[in-house]
Structure formats: C-alpha cells, structure tokens
C-alpha cells in the first residue's frame, strides 16, 4: 500500500490499511480541482526543489505532487465522475528537495528535516510522478531505481473513480479493470471472476461513493450497475473497495482516532445480496468467505453471516420462515478483547469454520467446525435445506443434519 514518509525520529509506517493515517489521522480530503499552476513540471532533477504552489505532474496531468499551503500532497485532478482527490503526505511543509544523494527530503520552512522518501543511496536523479500515481526515481542511465509504492493497489479509496483503462492490482494475482468496453472486470491473471455485465458503454466508470455504494456510470452519468452496499446516517466512516483474491468488497471502516475499528463490509461480489437482480447461488469454494450481512441462498433457504457472530440457515415454509440451523452466538474471547463479530471461512484444507472477531480485528476461536479435512472441499447450499461440505471429488464429508460423515 501507499508508504508513508519516513521521519528521522521513528520508524517507516505504512499507510497500509489506507485506513489509518490517510483515513483517519490525515484524512482523505474531496476538494475542487486545484488551478493550475505555472510552475508545474514533469521531472525534478538532483538539487532542484518543490515550493509553495509548485507541482510535479504526472504526463497526462492526472496525477501531482505538489506543495499547497504548507502541505506536501499527492492529488488527482477532477473528472468527469468525481472531484478531485488529496492524500496529505505531510504538513508543516516548506520545500522538497532531490538531495545528492538520491533522497527526495521533506523541509520545514526553517530548512528542518521533516521527513523523506529513504531513496539515498540508489543513485536516483530524478523524479517523476507517473499516470498510475507512483512517484517513480530513476538514475542517470533514465531506469527506476526506486519508487514511493503510491500507485493504487488492493484499496481504492472513497471518492475515488476507475476511468476507462485503470487497473488496480489485488491480493493473489487479482486485479480489477475498468475495460474501455464499460465493463467492470475483476481478473486473476487472464481468467474473470466477476464482473458487472455493462459491456457496450464506451466511456463508462466505475465510482466508489461515500455512501458506500459501488456504481458503474455511463459517459452520460447514468447509472449501469450498483452495488446496492448504501450507508445511511454515518458521516464518521470510510468507504473503500478492497481487491481481494478471491472477490471485490466494499467495507466500511470508522474514520478518527488511533484505532479504526474493524472493517465492516457492506457488499462482496461473490456473495450475492437482497435486490442483486443477477440472483443468488449456494455455493462456498476454497477460500470463500461469509462476513457480516453476506449469505448463499438455495431454493428458500437461505445461509447468513450475522452481525452477532451466528452463522444461521432460515428457510421459508407455508407457516412463515424459521431457522433450521445456527452455529450460535459467541461469547468473549481467548484474550479477553471486546467481541465484535463473526467470519465464516471455507478453507482450502476442507474444514468450514466459524471464526470470532473481535474489536480489535482479532481472529479468534473457532466458534464452529465441520472438522472435514479434505482439501478443495467446498460447501453448498441445497434446495431440499440441507447444507453440505463436499469433496473436490462429490463425495460429501459433512452436513447439518447428519454432521461428520465418515
């Protein structure tokens, strides 16, 4: 994720989770597009520096560093979906300068080290922001020889627009494409996993709104596609999608403060939600998750992960719905952390498990088991209400109402 600039004090973060200090303490900032300014450039060479007002662009203009009231920013310019975007990289700020050494340092007014990018010693000369927002350094030959890691990957921030062309890379080989098409495609490598069935709008992008709705928008600005994942009365979270390596999730995450909570997540493209006009289906492959509020439905029965934890099967009969199975409500945890929630896993070494969450996004338990250790088993949601842990081979290991089997 985004690296954070190291300071001479304290060890290197990383704004990996975009969520702590881009999220909560420095805050991701909505803003009208910024003039431009006459000192903008596309390259900054040893000795030169950034002051008030200057910006290094990026070679479409998309994409800036700049030094704006005291701040060091990283910013992308409006479009036609969103306004622009600033992720505040430090403030207090009085130049940036490309040292000898190959360090881009941060200054104070006063010409103190505030921070830096620890590039000395790579032989860097110059440095350039790139059109997939990466601060990029390169040698004296014109090859990178280092780079802030500032590109979009795994997390893509609430307000936040994927144009035409943008890819974004995820865990375990997945990325997500915006295809010049207006399909909005979740890959791992060549193969698709999801996508949003609006192929035949050239122009499209996908948006991630501060109400926690994912939406695809033709070039006109109508809506094509929609998660449906809306959050209401909750001005104090953060929105962001979350490239995962098995699924695209929109997770919401309390902004402020040192501790961000846990993320909730709000939509999953591999689990199906009410109103999601493509259907459902009852299946969990190796590596399939169930977070709260995410289910697998059969027929009338349908299998959710609640917000408290229980993981409960409900079908619909003549007489009116009634639960035909639960995992129960867990209570506390081995280390005595506040319990949150729950998390449902099935795992690539064939058990089905249910896991406690706690507040501060601690894994533990199980909760519940199908003790099935047969590797690529998946677990399926049936028709007759039965749910069932099968092996990669159809042979079934478990179900609900028989348990273990064999």
Excluded: H
């Excluded at 500032?150 to 915006?178: I, W």
């Excluded at 069935?197 to 994912?214: I, K, W």
């Amino acid at each position: 994720m985004l690296q954070q600039l190291s300071r001479p004090t304290r060890a290197r973060r990383t704004v990996a989770a975009a969520a702590v200090s881009v999220l909560g303490a420095c805050g991701l900032v909505l803003v009208a597009a910024a003039p431009a300014s006459a000192a903008d450039d596309t390259v900054l060479t040893t000795g030169e520096r950034l002051v008030e007002g200057d910006r290094l662009v990026s070679p479409s203009g998309r994409y800036a560093l700049e030094v704006r009231t005291g701040e060091l920013l990283l910013t992308e310019r409006a479009n036609a979906f969103v306004a622009a975007v600033e992720l505040p990289l430090e403030t207090g700020v009085g130049s940036v300068v490309l040292q000898g050494d190959g360090n881009l340092v941060v200054l104070s007014p006063q010409g103190g080290v505030l921070s830096s990018f620890e590039t000395d010693g790579s032989g860097a000369t110059a440095v350039r922001v790139q059109d997939d927002r990466n601060i990029v350094f390169s040698g004296a030959g014109g090859a990178v020889v280092a780079d802030a890691s500032t590109y979009q990957q795994e997390l893509v921030l609430q307000g936040t627009a994927l144009l035409p062309g943008d890819a974004v890379p995820g865990a375990g080989g997945t990325a997500v494409r915006m295809q010049t098409d207006g399909n909005l495609v979740l890959y791992r490598g060549t193969t698709p996993l999801w996508d949003s069935r609006t192929s035949g709008n050239p122009g499209a992008a996908a948006v991630v709104q501060a109400d926690g709705n994912l939406v695809v928008y033709a070039a006109d600005r109508r809506p094509l596609y929609a998660s449906g994942s809306v959050v209401t009365g909750d001005s104090e979270s953060i929105v962001l999608l979350e490239v995962e390596d098995t699924e695209l999730s929109v997770k919401r995450l309390t902004a402020g403060g040192s501790d961000p909570g846990v993320p909730v997540s709000l939509w999953a493209s591999n689990s199906r939600r009410a109103g999601d006009p493509r259907g459902t289906d009852g299946v969990l492959v190796p590596g399939d998750e169930l977070e709260p509020g995410e289910f697998r439905t059969a027929g009338a029965c349908t299998l959710v992960m609640q917000a408290d934890g229980n993981l409960v099967e409900y079908c619909s009969t003549a007489t009116g719905v009634r639960a035909v199975f639960s995992t129960g409500v867990p209570r506390g945890s081995s280390n005595s952390e506040e319990f949150v929630t729950g998390l449902a896993i099935m795992q690539p070494d064939g058990n089905f498990v249910v896991y406690r969450v706690t507040a501060f996004g601690g894994i533990t338990g199980p909760v519940f088991d199908t003790r099935t250790r047969t590797p690529g088993s998946s677990l399926v949601v049936q028709a007759d209400s039965n749910v069932v842990v099968y092996g990669p081979a159809g042979r079934p290991t478990w179900s609900r109402t028989t348990g273990r089997i064999g």
